[in-house]
């Protein structure tokens, strides 16, 4: 007669090869581990990892080419601001289509003087496309996280931008 009717008999768990599994593996990784047969995705090919930044390139090169053909300057062709129209207040956006136009004519002067802030916006731009276009190659993934204090004080630039050119000594940032 068995001295311990309710005990169970423990048997140790085998792989698919006899052999006891991996004990740090069981402990740590718990019953989904990956098997023996398991590899990594192989990585990207470079077209695949250069196929959105290129594509973004283009879509913002073919955005500048229209305004570049079509001029802001003439009536019609683009709608009016509503913050201009209804307040008779200069937007952060204000003039950045006749920017674009001039910047694509390669009139920097004339790009600054419609809006400023947008050309400090092309080089920014352009920065990180640069860096972004680098780590695709190099197949390095692209994040960009910016803090709760970047975001406040790209709000603060904004803000302090509409302000000034709406004012009459600010009149030189007005488009």
Known sequence: MDPNPTAVAVTEPQTPG?????????????PYAPGPAYA????????????T?????????????YVGTVDPNEPGHYPVCPTLRFTGL???????????????????AAAFGSNALAVVGYGVFAVVMV???VRAIRGIPMRVTLSPAW??????????????RNLPFGSALAP
Do not use: E, K, N
């Not at 006899?18 to 718990?30: C, F, K, S, T």
């Open 131 to 133: 860096l972004w276009l």
């Open 151 to 164: 975001w406040w004080g790209i709000g603060a630039v904004l803000a302090l931008f509409t302000l000034v």
């Open 40 to 51: 990594p995705p192989p990585p990207p090919s470079l077209v695949r990892r250069l196929l």
């Open 18 to 30: 006899g052999a006891p599994p991996d004990p740090y593996v069981q402990a740590y990784a718990g």
């Open 90 to 108: 200069f937007c952060p956006g204000c003039g950045g289509l006749r920017s674009a136009h001039a910047f694509a004519h390669g009139d920097l």
């Open 53 to 65: 930044p290129v594509g973004t390139l283009a879509a913002v090169a073919a955005a500048f080419a």
